[in-house]
């Protein structure tokens, strides 16, 4: 069985790497079409187009086919340094270290968003939400109500400064415990976004890390 499923696997990242060249062929200017697709609802991203799109057969799978990679296998995971997650194939921006945490699921996990439409949400069939970079329609994970409470979030400063700055467009679908006076308590929850690694890209701190979060703040003011 295990074997079927691997030749499966790869049947499937060849298809992936055949759909990719396929529409990277059939544009007549591709360089122009590129480079408008990833800087036309980012002016901030300036990256060229041979930084742009990736090969790798796997991240394909995920961005272009929709699958979902083995839990614990990604190595962003288990990072810890300071910095931005970008969609791995356009390099927009979608979360700031500050907003990820430890889901337990065995996928890259984040509360937030880092600004306004960096990414777009589809209800499936069976109830789940997809979630999709919103400037390349790269397919991402899909997010939960289950998120990290507000108490806990509360302990770290950071963390307290993060949660005054949630982007509006962020789902409102975190489970909901009210106080008396109809606010929020320290029990209701934030969104999961569950990520697929490979569908990220991660750059690490610095001056990085500033610009987008001045990027943030511009967004949702």
């Avoid at 122009?32 to 800087?39: K, R, V």
């Avoid at 109809?182 to 029990?187: A, K, L, N, T």
């Amino acid at each position: 069985m295990r074997n079927i499923n691997n030749v499966l696997l790869f049947f499937a990242a060849g298809i992936a790497c055949s759909v990719e060249s396929f529409a990277s062929i059939s544009r007549p200017n591709n360089k122009l079409h590129h480079l408008t697709l990833c800087e036309s609802k980012d002016n901030t991203n300036k990256e060229t187009e041979s930084s742009m799109g990736t090969w790798n057969p796997f991240s394909l799978l995920v961005l272009k086919l929709g699958f979902t990679e083995p839990a614990w296998t990604s190595s962003l995971n288990y990072k810890k340094a300071k910095g931005t997650y970008q969609c791995a194939y356009c390099r927009s921006p979608l979360f700031s270290s500050n907003a990820k945490y430890d889901s337990g699921s065995g996928w890259p996990s984040f509360w937030k968003t880092l600004a306004n439409e960096r990414v777009s949400l589809k209800k499936e069939r069976d109830g789940r939400i997809e979630c999709r970079c919103a400037n390349c329609g790269g397919h991402l994970g899909h997010v939960f109500p289950d998120g990290p409470t507000r108490g806990s979030l509360n302990q770290v400063p950071c963390e307290i400064a993060e949660l005054k700055t949630v982007p509006e467009s962020d789902p409102k679908i975190g489970y909901s415990v009210q106080q008396d006076d109809g606010e929020d308590s320290e029990f209701s929850r934030m969104p999961r976004f569950c990520i697929n690694g490979v569908a990220l890209r991660f750059e690490e701190g610095g001056n990085n890390e500033r610009e987008t979060a001045q990027s943030a703040s511009s967004d949702s003011a």
